[in-house]
């Protein structure tokens, strides 16, 4: 969510992010999140990004920030499992990603075009 002020509209962060702030805190389906109280429908980014642990990130030289994704739940990804992916390696014998398994990966792609 790139924003130009650290004064969140309340709506515009359910509308981009699907958490809803009520009296109970910010909440996303069943799941909810304590959060102070907040004022005229805007929230502190910095009191998101921290509750929700979402990274605030500031673009000083544009006077922009970027908020999210939501990692509440430990990762920011949906689901962090890799099809199967099987590729030569650079003797030309058949790797299996799942070789891997249990191991972080990162995963870099290149094309000349």
Excluded: N, Y
Excluded at 15 to 44: N, S, Y
């Amino acid at each position: 969510m790139i924003l130009e002020s650290l004064d969140v509209d309340v709506a515009e962060l359910e509308r981009r992010t699907g958490w809803a702030l009520k009296p109970q805190g910010a909440c996303k389906a069943e799941f909810c999140v304590p959060m102070p109280a907040h004022q005229g429908g805007t929230i502190d980014a910095s009191v998101v990004s921290e509750r929700l642990g979402m990274a605030l990130v500031e673009d000083a030289t544009h006077g922009l920030w970027a908020l999210g994704p939501d990692t509440v739940a430990g990762r920011a990804l949906a689901s962090a499992e890799a099809p199967e992916l099987e590729l030569p390696d650079w003797r030309g014998e058949a790797f299996q990603l799942s070789s891997l398994r249990g191991m972080k990966v990162l995963l870099l792609a290149w094309a000349s075009w």
